[in-house]
C-alpha cells in the first residue's frame, strides 16, 4: 500500500533555532517527492520537488534532502522565523500512471515561539 | 496571474442539501484534482481530470460528481449533503509537461454540514 509518513507529528521551537522535519514513504513506483508549507487556512504552497536523482535541494532556509534507497526526506529550516509557523507537508507522486497520483502525508505542524 | 481559485470560501450545508464547489485554472493546466481534508489528516484524492471531457475516480468519491467540460473549470457537485461531508476542500492543478512539474492549489473551501 503507498503511504506516506512524516515525524515528529508536532514541534515547538524557538526563533532562530533550527529544525528537521522527517518524512518516510513506500510510494512505488516513485516519480518524485514534494514538500509544502501550509499556513492555517490556506491552501499549500510549494517548497521543493525532487525527482529520483537528486538528493538534495535548497528553496531560501528551506534544504530538503532525499534518500531514494531508504524511502527517505528530510526538509531543515534553518534560522527559523515566526512565520515559518505552519503545516509541512510531504508529497509523493507514483508513476503507476500518465497522471501522477499524489500521496499526501499527514503533516508536522510547526510553532516558532519568540 | 490568479492561478487556482476556488469558490465559495466558506458554505453550511443542511443535511440533505446540494451544491456545487468551483474551481478554476488560468494556467491551462491538463489534469486537475479534487481533495478533501480532514484535520489532523492528510489530503485525500476525491475526483481528477487528464483534461477536458474525462474524470475519474479517486479514493473517497462517494457522495461527489464532478465535470470537466473545459480546461478551465473542474467543479465538485454535493447532491445530498451529509455530516461526514464536513471538511476543507482542496481544488489542485498540474502542467501538461509532465509529473515532475509543479502541483498548484486553491485557498480551499472550507464545508459545514449541520
Given at each position: 500500500k503507498n503511504q506516506v509518513e512524516q515525524s515528529p507529528q508536532s514541534l515547538i521551537i524557538l526563533e532562530g533555532k533550527n529544525c528537521t522535519l522527517q518524512c518516510n514513504y513506500t510510494v512505488s513506483p516513485f516519480s518524485n517527492l514534494r514538500w509544502y508549507k501550509q499556513d492555517t487556512g490556506r491552501g499549500p504552497v510549494s517548497l521543493t520537488i525532487m525527482t529520483f536523482s537528486e538528493n538534495t535541494k535548497s528553496n531560501g532556509r528551506y534544504t530538503a534532502t532525499l534518500d531514494a534507497d531508504t524511502k527517505q526526506s528530510s526538509l531543515h529550516i534553518t534560522a527559523s522565523q515566526l512565520s515559518d509557523s505552519a503545516s509541512y507537508i510531504c508529497v509523493v507522486s507514483d508513476r503507476g500512471s500518465t497522471l501522477g497520483r499524489l500521496y499526501f502525508g499527514r503533516g508536522t505542524q510547526l510553532t516558532v515561539w519568540p | 496571474n490568479a492561478g487556482v481559485t476556488q469558490t465559495p470560501k466558506f458554505r453550511i450545508l443542511k443535511i440533505g442539501q446540494s451544491m456545487t464547489l468551483q474551481c478554476a485554472q488560468d494556467m491551462n493546466h491538463n489534469y486537475m484534482y479534487w481533495y478533501r481534508q480532514d484535520p489532523g489528516m492528510g489530503l485525500k484524492l476525491i475526483y481528477y481530470s487528464v483534461g477536458a471531457g474525462i474524470t475519474d475516480k479517486g479514493e473517497v468519491p462517494n457522495g461527489y460528481n464532478v465535470s470537466r467540460s473545459t480546461t478551465e473549470?473542474?467543479?465538485?457537485?454535493?447532491?445530498?449533503?451529509?455530516?461526514?461531508?464536513?471538511?476543507?476542500?482542496?481544488?489542485?492543478?498540474?502542467?501538461?509537461?509532465?509529473?515532475?512539474?509543479?502541483?498548484?492549489?486553491g485557498q480551499g473551501t472550507r464545508l459545514t454540514v449541520v
Amino acid at each position: 500500500k503507498n503511504q506516506v509518513e512524516q515525524s515528529p507529528q508536532s514541534l515547538i521551537i524557538l526563533e532562530g533555532k533550527n529544525c528537521t522535519l522527517q518524512c518516510n514513504y513506500t510510494v512505488s513506483p516513485f516519480s518524485n517527492l514534494r514538500w509544502y508549507k501550509q499556513d492555517t487556512g490556506r491552501g499549500p504552497v510549494s517548497l521543493t520537488i525532487m525527482t529520483f536523482s537528486e538528493n538534495t535541494k535548497s528553496n531560501g532556509r528551506y534544504t530538503a534532502t532525499l534518500d531514494a534507497d531508504t524511502k527517505q526526506s528530510s526538509l531543515h529550516i534553518t534560522a527559523s522565523q515566526l512565520s515559518d509557523s505552519a503545516s509541512y507537508i510531504c508529497v509523493v507522486s507514483d508513476r503507476g500512471s500518465t497522471l501522477g497520483r499524489l500521496y499526501f502525508g499527514r503533516g508536522t505542524q510547526l510553532t516558532v515561539w519568540p | 496571474n490568479a492561478g487556482v481559485t476556488q469558490t465559495p470560501k466558506f458554505r453550511i450545508l443542511k443535511i440533505g442539501q446540494s451544491m456545487t464547489l468551483q474551481c478554476a485554472q488560468d494556467m491551462n493546466h491538463n489534469y486537475m484534482y479534487w481533495y478533501r481534508q480532514d484535520p489532523g489528516m492528510g489530503l485525500k484524492l476525491i475526483y481528477y481530470s487528464v483534461g477536458a471531457g474525462i474524470t475519474d475516480k479517486g479514493e473517497v468519491p462517494n457522495g461527489y460528481n464532478v465535470s470537466r467540460s473545459t480546461t478551465e473549470d473542474f467543479p465538485l457537485r454535493l447532491e445530498l449533503a451529509a455530516p461526514s461531508q464536513t471538511s476543507v476542500y482542496f481544488c489542485a492543478s498540474v502542467g501538461a509537461s509532465g509529473q515532475n512539474t509543479e502541483a498548484f492549489f486553491g485557498q480551499g473551501t472550507r464545508l459545514t454540514v449541520v
